[in-house]
């Protein structure tokens, strides 16, 4: 029996298990890297760990630190989360030869599963379909081709080739890059990613929980996914299923996975892998099936036979996204900083299966938290579970564009715009499904009224703050004055650059005019500005009230209601139109140091990766001079011009913050 259990992840993951453990009586050991010394998930353990390494997610992959960590604690068990370590073979291994039970896959599976080539090679000999596999350029017949590595999880490290001029260079620097051997295979247009979970014990039953549909991903990382597919009926259902116990029992699998599949639009599908983990998307399955999965791998983990005969049956619709720290309009960069505020409106439960259709929310931060590059940008997974489809879609769509999300760029507007597109309402879903429609990127506060009505929202809510801490006449309305004077103006920082809020209100404390007009950065430290604009129409508005943190205002007989919240020079505004965050200009800058001519700079923290490039070394434009990982990915730095490298300050392995230099190329 387990009786003590440490969870070798962090964040999300470890807290979903930790709320099982505390249902069914099992005591928590949690460990944290220095970065993660207040996060949740530490707090919530009864025992935690610090794990030597420093801030870097890194100190999570030690092994030996984890079972060290787990027998100064006393604990019986270890569950490795949803990362790497679940699926590490000598991991699991360690774990055992230490007397521990082992909450995953057996060492030897793992072992087996290692070679994503050679796991294919075993399923096709149990007549499950699988795509080619070519590991010599000169071998393969047609094109486009997707390399991939032999080992590894999440996309990382795949490309697609679709010309044979391209091949072995592409397959060299993949090979580089995921520092192990790799193959192709056809890479398909317009096929869907389907997964069907799997839970399996040693006594030889293997329960398939009928499918998820993957298929919206970006960089081959999925953020939406949902149970059951709309592409999949019952005959297809059975077909998966049964494709995935062969898979299964031809690898000799045990414990809570996932057998992961192509499929086209006839009904044609492949098997891609089996991956060996508890995946970030079983809350879906959860709800439409029941079934605590957490507590079933405990159970399957401590010995025992898994309770249900065979697949339970589908109970109505469940959709997740992924909430990332990062901005899907800027190439996927990674986002980090201080999570001032996150709040998801009428969430039902976290962390464990609902009783009643609802929304769940489970989550690895809170107020407070401080986002860094090193872990994965999951911040949250929201879920809905509704009676169909179309209901889940909309009452998640609704959560998300209500949820305040201050501090950090997020993918939030990129998710609700999706699940708001007609084709995603339609179910016409495949892995190019965001490659195919722009559309999606634009933000949801997109209009250029909602945009100014925001901006005069952020200004009374400043100057109602002001009034309040205000040592005198401190009962007069914000922007009155006995005399006619200059109109009320701030200056924000907005998302098509500086702009400039004026308004005027007369003896009444009445809204008497208002404008909203771009700024060149330039005019910031010149005066003139807080003149009304003579062009530019602005709706009738009337303010039905101030405060500091919440702005009533009635636009063209509407009423509309902004929520406010300022910290340090930025306001973050919320409303049913959507939300903006405008950080306050000051009307005369201190002056900033120019960067050298040539200058490239860091455009997000990281750690350097590689650096291709030497001083003095000539380089043509757009040549890869050195590549940034953060959150998992690598972010390529490139040449933007022909030149010499003049200088080359960071080093492999190097930390860099945004903004800090790292090189300068002198141009020709």
């Known amino acids: 029996m387990i009786r003590r259990l440490l969870v070798a992840d962090r964040g999300e993951i470890a807290r979903r298990v930790f709320a099982t453990c505390r249902l069914v009586g099992i005591e928590t050991v949690a460990v944290y890297s220095d970065a993660d010394s207040d996060a949740p998930h530490v707090a919530e353990a ?14 999570y992959l030690r092994g030996d630190l984890i079972i060290t960590a787990a027998q100064r604690t006393g604990a019986n068990a270890i569950h490795p989360g949803n990362g790497l370590l679940a699926e590490d073979a000598d991991f699991a291994a360690a774990v055992a030869d230490a007397g521990m039970i082992w909450v995953g896959a057996p060492a030897k599976t793992l072992g087996v599963l290692r070679s994503k080539r050679e796991t294919k090679e075993l399923v096709a000999e149990a007549r499950v379909p699988v795509l080619p596999t070519f590991t010599e350029p000169s071998k393969v017949p047609g094109y486009p081709v997707l390399i991939k ?49 799997i839970l399996a014990d040693e006594h030889g039953s293997v329960v398939p929980f009928g499918e998820r549909e993957c298929s919206v991903q970006r960089r081959y990382q999925q953020i939406i996914e949902e149970t059951p597919s709309p592409a999949v009926d019952p005959a297809l259902r059975e077909e998966l299923c049964r494709a995935a116990i062969i898979a299964v029992r031809a690898i000799g699998y045990v414990g809570a996975g996932a057998v992961e599949f192509l499929l086209d639009a006839e009904g044609d599908f492949w098997f891609l892998e089996l991956t060996p983990t508890l995946q970030a998307e079983h809350a879906v399955t959860e709800c439409v099936s029941g079934y605590d999965l957490v507590r079933l791998q405990l159970l399957v983990a401590e010995g025992g036979v898994l309770p249900m005969p065979g697949p339970p049956p589908i109970r109505g619709h469940a959709i997740e996204v992924r ?9 996927w960069l990674p986002a980090s900083g201080t999570l001032h505020r996150f709040a998801v409106p009428d969430v039902a439960g976290a962390f464990r299966p609902l009783p009643q259709p609802g929304l769940r929310l489970d989550a690895g931060v809170e107020d407070g938290s401080v986002i860094g590059v090193h872990p994965d940008p999951t911040l949250a997974k929201l879920i809905a579970w509704a009676p169909t489809r179309q209901e ?24 609700v715009r999706v699940l708001r597109h007609h084709s995603f309402r339609t179910g016409d879903l495949d892995t190019g499904f965001l490659d195919r429609r722009p559309e999606v990127f634009a933000p949801l506060l997109s209009a250029v009224d909602a945009v100014r009505i925001s901006c005069l929202a952020a200004a009374l809510a400043g100057a109602a703050g002001r009034r309040a801490t205000a040592t005198v006449l401190g009962s007069l309305p914000s922007g009155w004055r006995n005399v ?14 500086p702009v400039e809020v004026g308004y005027r209100m007369n003896r009444h404390g009445e809204l008497a005019g208002w404008w909203v007009r771009a700024v060149d950065p330039e005019e910031l430290d010149l005066a003139g500005l807080g003149q009304a604009p003579v062009v530019g129409d602005h709706p009738e508005t009337v303010v039905v009230a101030a405060g500091d943190e919440r702005v009533v205002l009635d636009v063209n007989g509407i009423r509309l209601t902004f929520n406010v919240h300022r910290v340090g020079e930025v306001s973050y505004v919320d409303s049913p139109e959507g939300s903006v965050a405008l950080r306050e200009l000051s009307r005369f800058p201190l002056p900033a140091p120019e960067a050298a001519e040539g200058s490239l700079i860091a455009p997000l923290p990281g750690a350097v990766r590689r650096v291709l490039v030497v001083p003095g070394q000539r380089v043509r434009a757009g040549e890869l001079l050195l590549t940034l990982e953060a959150m998992k990915l690598e972010h390529p730095v490139h040449a933007p011009s022909a030149g010499v490298v003049a200088s080359l300050p960071v080093h492999p392995g190097a930390e860099v913050d945004t903004g800090e230099l790292l090189a300068v190329l002198d141009p020709e």
Do not use: K, W
């Open 149 to 197: 590595p032999d080992t590894g999880s999440g996309g990382a490290g795949m490309r697609v080739v679709r010309d044979a001029a391209t091949l072995a260079e592409a397959i060299a620097s993949t090979r580089r890059e995921a520092g192990c051997d790799v193959f192709c295979e056809p890479y398909l247009d317009e096929v869907r990613h389907i997964e069907i979970p």
């Open 46 to 59: 009864d025992y935690a760990v610090r794990l030597d390494g420093g801030a870097s997610a890194a100190a």
């Open 323 to 331: 909430i990332c720290a990062e901005d899907p309009a800027y190439a």
């Open 392 to 415: 889940a879609a909309r009452m998640l769509a609704s959560a998300l564009t209500r949820t305040q999300l201050h501090g950090v760029a997020t993918n939030r507007d990129l998710l």
């Open 484 to 497: 006619p004077s200059g109109s009320q103006t701030a200056v924000y920082d907005g998302p098509a650059g």
